[in-house]
Structure formats: C-alpha cells, structure tokens
C-alpha cells in the first residue's frame, strides 16, 4: 500500500481532478480524510497543507503532494521527486497602490514568517513580522501592517483590497516529495504514480 499524504484543499481538488478526471470521487464522503484506492492499492491522507511534510518525516505516508512555498516554510529537507503542473503562483511582496517606490518596509504581515525573515534578512531590512493564518490582505487594508508577503495567483485578490505587487519573489508549484524513510519495496509504485501523473492521469472508477 502506499501511503499519500495530499494537502486539503486546492491541491486536493487538482490532484484527484488529474488523476480520476471526475470519476468515481464525486461519490466519495466529503469529509473523510483517508481514502482508499484499491485498484491502485494507495491510501490518500488528506492533512493539512502545512502538515503534509511532518506526515512524511513522522513516517505516517510515503509521498507528499505539497507547495514549494509550504517545503520552504518549515525547511525541509524532503527529497522532491517530480514538478506538478498544479498550485501554480508566484511568492511576492505586494502593498497599497499608492505607496508603490515609497514604503519604507516597517511591518510585514503574512502566512509565511520564516520566508519573510530571510527575505527581509538579504535585503538589510529590519522589518517586523507580523504572522497570520490568512487574509493577509486585509493587515494593510485595516493599517496592521504596510506590506504583505503573500501568493499571487490571477491578482484578484489584490485588487480587490487596494494593493499591487511590489516585487516578485519566487515561481511556486506543487511539488512530489518522498519521505526519507522509504522503502526500497515501494519504488515500483512511486515510478506508476510519476508515469501516471506524467501521462495526466486515467479514468478510474475505484475510490
Ligand atoms: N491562489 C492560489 N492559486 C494557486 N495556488 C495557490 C493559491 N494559493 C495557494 N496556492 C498553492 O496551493 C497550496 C494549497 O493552498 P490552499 O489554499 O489549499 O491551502 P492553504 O494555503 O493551507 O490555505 P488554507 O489555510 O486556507 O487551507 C499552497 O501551499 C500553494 O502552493
Ligand atoms: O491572486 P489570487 O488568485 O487572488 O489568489 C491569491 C490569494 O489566494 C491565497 O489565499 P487563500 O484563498 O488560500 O486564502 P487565505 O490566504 O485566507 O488562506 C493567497 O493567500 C491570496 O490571498
């Protein structure tokens, strides 16, 4: 059996689209987080997205469908083994339209602390991180912070709150990682699941 560990959400939805095209998950109880694929013979856990390389490093899957943005996050050291064309964005620093070229960088509010350290960090700036779980918009919208870093999809987000992209940081995608723990017996699935990925997927009526 191998052990998938895929991040709830977006990446959720795009991975089992690509892999079942529709098929057969419509039926599945919404609210399960493990799934079983018996013609395959996998078992998708469904964590978190930020939990996905701690279910890997605790030895509780085998591979992990998860964003670059999440590996860079936590640091980890997880072997990636194959670029999805999935959870496509980009990582930038955006603020309110106005004070594009202005800003002195002060407080930064965003999803990804330790990212924005670093940045910030090269950069010689002494920003104040500010962390949130999301909507990190609305910190500089409401005046709790002047800057975000955040993710950029179609910039709709951004607009609608009154800000522009200062600087692009970084391309981020999904990314097949694999658990330093595996086992040699379970290459042979792995090498099915890049192939089937790599062909889009086929239609599958068990899960
Ligand atoms: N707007 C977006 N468009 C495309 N990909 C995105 C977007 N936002 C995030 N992603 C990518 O998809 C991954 C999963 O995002 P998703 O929003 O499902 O989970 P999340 O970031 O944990 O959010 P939440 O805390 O709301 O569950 C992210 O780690 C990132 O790589
Ligand atoms: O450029 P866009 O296509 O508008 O996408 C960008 C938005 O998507 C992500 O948020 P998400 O929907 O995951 O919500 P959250 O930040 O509150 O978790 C990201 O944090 C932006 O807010």
Redesign the pocket.
């Known amino acids: 059996m191998l052990r998938i560990a895929l991040a709830k959400?977006?990446l959720q939805e795009d991975f089992l689209d690509l892999i079942y095209q529709n098929q057969g998950t419509m039926s599945q109880n919404k609210r399960s987080l493990r799934l079983t694929d018996r013609l395959r013979n996998w078992e998708i856990l469904l964590p978190k997205s930020q939990d996905v390389p701690q279910y890997l490093d605790m030895g509780m899957a085998d591979i992990g469908v998860v964003g670059k943005d999440v590996l860079l996050e936590c640091k980890s050291n997880l072997k990636e083994v194959m670029d999805l064309e999935l959870g496509r964005?980009k990582m930038v620093i955006a603020g309110p339209t106005e004070n594009k070229g202005k800003v002195k960088y002060k407080t930064v509010a965003t999803?990804y602390p330790n990212i924005a350290k670093d940045i910030f960090k090269n950069k010689g700036i002494d920003a104040e991180i500010i962390y949130l779980?999301?909507?990190?918009?609305l910190a500089v919208a409401t005046g709790i912070a002047d800057i975000i870093v955040?993710?950029?999809?179609?910039?709709?987000?951004?607009k609608e709150n009154g800000l522009v992209v200062y600087e692009e940081l970084f391309d981020i995608n999904a990314k097949l990682v694999v658990s330093n723990a595996i086992s040699s017996r379970k290459f042979a699935m792995i090498d099915s699941l890049i192939n089937e990925l790599q062909r889009g997927g086929e239609r599958c009526e068990y899960i």
């Open positions: 959400g977006r964005c999803k779980q999301g909507s990190v918009e955040d993710i950029v999809q179609t910039g709709r987000t951004l």
